[in-house]
């Protein structure tokens, strides 16, 4: 069977911790592995405005052996002047993987339905795994290996309900962390994937917690991670966001809950002044740059893994 990346729960806890681990190897050595060499092509397509993602996936990809063939989304404009299904069955005849930013978790399901090669969320409404694999790597490193993260707390405090939080609850769940969500009840995370995180955090020994109260989210945890309130797609929703999210602010006050060596997320880009103050992004302890650089090592890892496991090796 194809090996997708869909949602974090799409890796067990130990394929999850053997990509940490080899993202780990690839900061090292980031030819250690090149999966790609031919060179084979991987379709990067964008539905949304994108940084991190297309430079870490086009480097990582080249780093591979590969090509990284970049479609604009503009221009495919899939599921309107194509169907999903017949892109999909175009773009698996030629290319090894395909990674998609778009906006439905159901369009990338269809898409990995009859691509026949792996298909990668590079971030959705609902989830962005990639980044939780960036964030894991990261954290694994400044504990001390992959093998550290299992009992660890990660608080995140913020829109409780977009793709970043859904994806600390799986992601999050499947290495054996305590995670805890403080946000405003009208943006707790979506019950499914609250039930999905806590069935998971059963079986690794973590837990899943979902409270209003930043203060209690961040109490003694030994990393915190917050993100935009306004997610791409929401821009029209930003001022009356802004009044609801203010006491979820990451700022040094907030902080002085959690561990005082407690490491600070965020996936970027942030709003200084807004979900995180400068003095906490830009602070000893964020690992915000170590996060970004992560985004490389940690997807060559993930591409890596799917290329050499299932159907697609
Ligand atoms: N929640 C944010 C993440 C950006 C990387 C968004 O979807 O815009």
């Not at 790597?137 to 290996?145: K, V």
Request: charged letters at 20%.
């Amino acid at each position: 069977m194809t090996k997708h990346f869909l949602r974090d729960d799409d890796l067990t806890p130990s394929e999850q911790r053997q990509v940490l681990e080899l993202a780990l190897a690839f900061k090292k050595d980031r030819h250690v592995q090149t999966p790609l060499r031919g060179p084979r092509a991987v379709a990067v397509i964008f539905d949304k405005p994108t940084l991190r993602t297309q430079v870490s996936f086009t480097t990582g990809i080249a780093e591979l052996g590969g090509y990284p063939l970049l479609v604009d989304g503009n221009l495919a404009q899939i599921g309107k002047r194509e169907s999903i299904a017949d892109t999909a069955r175009v773009l698996g005849r030629q290319v090894a993987a395909i990674v998609w930013r778009t906006f439905e978790q159901s369009a990338i399901t269809e898409m990995s339905e009859l691509a026949g090669v792996p298909v990668v969320n590079a971030l959705t409404d609902d989830f962005h795994p990639c980044q939780i694999l960036a964030d894991l790597a990261t954290l694994a490193e400044h504990f001390g290996g992959a093998g550290e993260l299992s009992g660890k707390t990660l608080a995140y405090v913020g829109d409780g309900a977009n793709n970043m939080a859904h994806s600390y609850l799986l992601g999050g769940a499947t290495a054996g962390l305590h995670v805890r969500i403080g946000s405003p009840a009208q943006y707790s995370p979506a019950p499914q994937v609250v039930g999905r995180a806590t069935q998971i955090a059963a079986q690794t020994g973590g837990s899943v917690t979902v409270t209003t109260d930043p203060n209690e989210a961040v109490a003694g945890a030994d990393a915190v991670a917050t993100d935009t309130w306004v997610s791409m797609g929401r821009e029209d929703e930003q001022a009356e966001r802004r009044d609801i999210f203010i006491p979820y602010q990451l700022n040094t006050e907030l902080l002085q809950h959690a561990k005082a060596d407690a490491l600070v997320l965020h996936c970027l880009p942030a709003y200084r002044g807004q979900e995180i103050t400068a003095a906490v992004l830009d602070g000893p302890q964020s690992v915000a740059w170590d996060e970004a650089e992560y985004r490389l090592h940690a997807q060559k890892a993930l591409l890596t893994y799917l290329l050499t496991h299932g159907d697609a090796q």
